[in-house]
T-cell receptor, first 112, second 112 residues
Framework: EAGVTQSPTHLIKTRGQQATLRCSPI?????VYWYQQALGLGLQFLLW???????NRGNFPPRFSGRQFPNYSSELNVNALELEDSALYLC???????????FGPGTRLLVL | GQQVMQIPQYQHVQEGEDFTTYCNSS?????IQWYKQRPGGHPVFLIQ?????EVKKQKRLTFQFGEAKKNSSLHITATQTTDVGTYFC????????????FGKGTKLSVIP
């Protein structure tokens, strides 16, 4: 069974640009979660999607947004990039709400 | 909001010594999960604890969930170099705005 996949693996952008990160959950998983892991700050919850709808979001500005498609894959968009957005962005999926979350390899975003 | 504190932040041990990381939540949890992240990797699910006072073992790893369901610990007996990584606890308060709140992790270094 394929795990959670994310693309791209690395992304380099400049300040003010927009970044789009993609995630494909494990087959059959309907919930997708996005986390930001910045150096020294641990895992910060960004967004949670379930059945195509945003269910909850963490303490991040509105320029962090996303969506979940009918096939349960998901996209994270970050607008007006700032230097401090440089981090590892992790996507996780679960079979249902409250179930174990399985993480993808992440996308390393570098903002110059 | 819910906060999950994890200590220590770093731990250096000699190979063969024991290691323990502790997790405390500001609120009662419905369950707690533990993850391990190897250097350069992504978090990998280890275990979930649900019941008050629950103790689970995986080979040299022992996981405990406190009676009040507000704290947890992970104990590794006789550490090996393969145990190197960052160990995260993540708590869920349950229904409603379900999400996992991660501790900042304990980074374990094992000196051979």
């Amino acid at each position: 069974e394929a795990g959670v996949t994310q693309s791209p693996t690395h992304l380099i952008k400049t300040r003010g640009q927009q970044a789009t990160l993609r995630c494909s959950p494990i087959s059959g998983h309907t919930s997708v979660y996005w986390y930001q892991q910045a150096l020294g700050l641990g895992l910060q919850f960004l967004l949670w999607y379930d059945e195509g709808e945003e269910r909850n979001r963490g303490n991040f500005p509105p320029r962090f947004s996303g969506r979940q498609f009918p096939n349960y894959s998901s996209e994270l968009n970050v607008n007006a990039l700032e230097l401090e957005d440089s981090a590892l962005y992790l996507c996780a999926s679960s079979l249902a709400v409250g179930e174990t979350q399985y993480f993808g390899p992440g996308t390393r975003l570098l903002v110059l | 909001g819910q906060q999950v504190m994890q200590i220590p932040q770093y731990q250096h041990v000699q190979e063969g010594e024991d290691f323990t990381t502790y997790c405390n939540s500001s609120t009662t949890l419905s369950n707690i999960q533990w993850y391990k992240q190897r250097p350069g990797g992504h978090p990998v699910f280890l275990i979930q604890l649900v019941k008050s006072g629950e103790v689970k073992k995986q080979k040299r790893l022992t996981f405990q969930f406190g009676e009040a369901k507000k704290n947890s610990s992970l104990h590794i007996t006789a550490t090996q170099t393969t145990d190197v990584g960052t160990y995260f606890c993540a708590g869920s308060s349950g229904a409603g705005s379900y999400q996992l709140t991660f501790g900042k992790g304990t980074k374990l270094s094992v000196i051979p």
